[in-house]
């Protein structure tokens, strides 16, 4: 009787048990399809556009292109359209002329390109013109080709702002200066911006007190930026007197070495562009300046001169957005704004 009686309660135990588990897996099922009906279609929610435009450059991680970038893209998408990043967060690297291409082939209907003067810049460019593709140019400019418009900066204009800061470090002795330059033929902004500084101090009295000098640092490898200015400033040559860095990589790249170096105080360095870093090291004098250029505008610029060429079959041949140059007898307005947009 005793073995009876507790087969029977092990008996009523399973069964509750079973029971349970079924309720729970039939209440998980309807909650589960509860939630399917409650989710958008992928047709509602996928977001459709008129136009289709692309941004093609060739540093894709590159702040200053990001941020023009963000501001076209931003314009574009108020006016109902989308402007693609060609490139960004893929697994194959392409080139900026292979991304170029891409653009073309896909028919887009407008292309943003960071250029250059090269030959087979130019035939793309000409190609996307035959093909109906309008091409505005960004940062850097390509004069031979049927682009539309050129949104940049004063390159000559930069390269003054420079030379009036170079003046400012007026000593005794001579002082050499040092441009670090692309080790590229067909990038004719820096040229200009050398033209500009080497202008405005052989103008000044004081001209006297610089020599001037280039430095064409690789780009062939992944680190060949890095590894150029890290071989200079970690030698046992004494650095020059003052460095001029012409775009944010260099910038950055030189801050580093002299702080990984302890070189820091022995030039004075003068950057391009900003970002957390450069406007820290300005903050603590390892910095002497930067000089920056309105990204927002360039990238208000881009959106306005390819509608004004879609509109009206024409646009202003070129659109220049606002310098500034960046000390430390300003930087802290930068930091504030920089505190505020995060």
């Known amino acids: 009787m005793m073995n009876l009686k507790n087969n029977r309660q092990i008996t009523y135990i399973v069964t509750i048990c079973l029971s349970v588990m079924v309720i ?46 963000e501001a076209a893209s931003e314009a574009f998408l108020s006016d109902g359209d989308y402007l693609e990043f060609m490139g960004r967060n893929l697994n194959t690297q392409y080139t900026r002329n292979e991304l170029l291409e891409i653009a073309i082939d896909a028919k887009v209907d407008g292309i943003i390109l960071e250029a250059d ?129 012409l775009n944010e990589l260099y910038t950055t790249c030189a801050l580093q070495a002299l702080v990984d170096y302890n070189r820091v105080g022995e030039t004075d360095l003068y950057g391009f562009y900003t970002n957390n870093t450069i406007l820290q090291d300005i903050s603590k004098n390892i910095l002497s300046a930067t000089v920056t250029v309105d990204t927002k505008q360039m990238g208000r610029y881009c959106f306005d001169a390819m509608r004004e060429y879609e509109r009206y079959g024409f646009v202003n041949e070129y659109m220049p957005a606002d310098i500034e140059v960046i000390t430390a007898d300003n930087v802290s307005k930068y930091l504030e704004k920089e505190a505020a947009d995060e």
């Open 24 to 69: 729970a897996t039939i209440l998980s099922i309807v909650f589960f399809r509860y939630q399917l009906k409650t989710l958008p279609a992928a047709s509602q929610s996928a977001p459709s556009f008129e136009r289709h435009y692309a941004f093609v450059c060739s540093k894709a991680r590159d702040n200053f292109n990001n941020a023009v970038y």
């Open 117 to 245: 003067e090269s030959e087979e810049v130019t035939k793309l460019i000409n190609r996307a013109n035959s093909e109906g593709i309008p091409v505005i140019t960004m940062g850097s400019d390509n004069t031979s080709s049927g682009r539309k418009s050129f949104v940049g900066f004063g390159y000559y204009d930069v390269g003054q702002n420079y030379g009036k800061e170079i003046l400012k470090q007026i000593k005794d002795e001579p002082q050499t200066v040092l441009i670090l330059m692309k080790q590229d033929t067909d990038n004719t902004g820096q040229n200009t911006i050398f033209q500009g500084i080497r202008d405005t101090l052989n103008k000044s009295e004081s001209s006297k007190y610089f020599r001037l000098g280039t430095m064409a640092v690789s780009e062939t490898s992944t680190f060949g930026a890095e590894e150029s200015i890290s071989s200079l400033i970690m030698s046992d040559e004494p650095l020059p007197d003052i460095m001029i860095c």
